[in-house]
């Protein structure tokens, strides 16, 4: 036994005096520790399904056990983990072995066969599966763009993985823009831009994700100006994803605007019932999770903001059922119903802007005037944010930019960020826990 299974199987032994047994095979059966460092425990997990569980239901618990064990605090971080490829007999570093290595980060579940296609994707998924066909000789670029959770992501992986799997010569990149960024930076002060541009410059496929984020980034967009002309010059295959199409990036340059209209535009919308209903049955089937169509059905009429929440429904569902000891195929339309409570749309839950606006200002003794108003003082700013991130959760089929527009804002990454304030304090602050879901169920009233 190594080390890293002596310590797992530490707090696995603690973890089943915490927890029921259900819960334990359920979630922790299959785990195992595959990296440690100074500050943070990465465990192996089967599923990018159950990784989203454990991070967001048991991540503090295993922290605070090893913290009893080791008198050491630990970050616990569960990921469905791909070690890294590399060759015995490649002893000093190359660039197709930092190629070989990336590609791993590509999520093999992000597969043309595994994405449900529907009215609201059906002419981006027919653009993608072109382009990885034949990369650099259809649409170039191919800008996807629509709102968090539409599927951009998965497509573009999908077509990583597609030229990966179909033509192996073929190098492929998958990068954030942000990670871009940071490489650049990183680049800059170690004095090392040549190498850095020989990277970036001489991919097949380069594929960048929330392209959106080099606004306002001068630098960047300088750089990436120069990286893509290289590219698109010896006809190599782009791919970005956006929430929005180029032309309504904030402070983008009008050079880099046009180099992304060259292609092809697709956008990703909301998917329609018929297409959330096939996107519940594909996962709870590759879940292995038996609902019936009655709830298979509530859950689609429902919740319909994008595919993220869908699966999130069932998360919270399979939960349930493992800690109540029933299987997921007694689950009732009511049950559903109450799992899902702050997660249904206002169809069945009387709420709405106004309201959520009403008791935000009561719970804070404030106007509405002043949640309007462009103050950034914390005693208003802090219950906008909280206005803004109640009203996306509790009213899906508002879009972001529906939302900033209510609260008289520039545009919808007001909400994102507030959304992500609002999470990130609600982790840490179970105050701030308790006052939300009091509010919650306020406007649910």
Same mark, same amino acid.
């Given at each position: 036994m190594n080390d890293f299974e002596s310590i797992w199987n530490r707090v696995l032994d603690t973890l089943q005096n915490n927890i029921s047994e259900q819960g334990f095979n359920t979630w922790f059966k299959e785990t195992s520790l595959v990296e440690q460092s100074e500050n943070q425990l990465t465990v192996k997990v089967p599923t990018k399904f159950i990784a989203d569980y454990l991070n967001k239901n048991y991540s503090g618990l295993v922290s605070e056990i090893c913290f009893n064990l080791?008198?050491?605090?630990?970050?616990?971080?569960?990921?469905?983990?791909?070690?890294?490829?590399?060759?015995?007999?490649?002893l000093t570093p190359s660039f197709s072995k930092v190629i070989t290595n990336f590609q791993t980060l590509l999520n093999p579940k992000y597969s043309f066969e595994e994405f449900v296609i529907g009215a609201n994707n059906k002419f981006a998924h027919s653009a993608s599966m072109a382009v990885a066909e034949s990369p650099g000789n259809t649409y170039n670029p191919l800008f996807l763009y629509g709102e968090s959770g539409m599927g951009k992501t998965h497509l573009m992986q999908a077509i990583g993985n597609f030229v990966r799997q179909e033509l192996e010569s073929k190098n492929v990149f998958y990068i954030s823009t942000e990670e871009f960024t940071n490489e650049m930076i990183n680049a800059i002060r170690n004095n090392s831009m040549p190498a850095f541009r020989n990277k970036f410059r001489n991919f097949d496929v380069l594929l960048i994700d929330d392209i959106h984020f080099l606004s306002k980034k001068e630098g960047t967009q300088e750089e990436f100006f120069h990286t893509f002309n290289a590219l698109y010059e010896k006809k190599k295959q782009i791919v970005l994803t956006s929430d929005r199409p180029p032309k309504d990036i904030p402070d983008l340059e009008k050079? !880099?605007? %046009?180099?992304?209209?060259?292609?092809?535009?697709?956008?990703l919308k909301s998917p329609d019932f018929e297409t959330r209903v096939a996107i519940l049955k594909k996962k709870a089937e590759a879940e292995d999770i038996s609902l019936s169509d009655d709830v298979m059905d509530f859950i689609a009429e429902h919740i319909y903001s994008n595919v993220r929440a869908l699966e999130g429904s069932l998360i919270r569902i399979l939960a349930y059922a493992s800690y109540n000891n029933i299987d997921t195929e007694n689950i009732t339309v009511d049950i559903a119903s109450e799992i899902l409570i702050d997660m249904i749309s206002d169809k069945i839950r009387d709420v709405n802007l106004e309201k959520i606006m009403q008791k935000v200002c009561e719970a804070y003794n404030i106007t509405p005037a002043m949640i309007f108003d462009k103050t950034r003082k914390s005693n208003i700013s802090f219950p906008r944010q909280i206005a803004m991130y109640?009203?996306?959760? !509790?009213? %899906?089929?508002?879009?972001?930019?529906e939302i900033a527009q209510y609260y008289k804002r520039k545009d919808h990454t007001t909400v994102l960020h507030a959304k992500k304030t609002i999470e990130e304090k609600f982790k840490k602050d179970n105050g701030l826990r308790i006052q939300i879901e009091k509010l919650i169920k306020e406007i649910k009233r």
């Open positions: 080791f008198n050491k605090k630990y970050f616990t971080k569960f990921t469905v983990f791909h070690p890294k490829i590399t060759r015995k007999d490649d050079r !880099l605007v %046009t180099r992304f209209e060259w292609g092809l535009l697709a956008d109640l009203s996306n959760l !509790l009213i %899906t089929q508002l879009s972001l930019k």
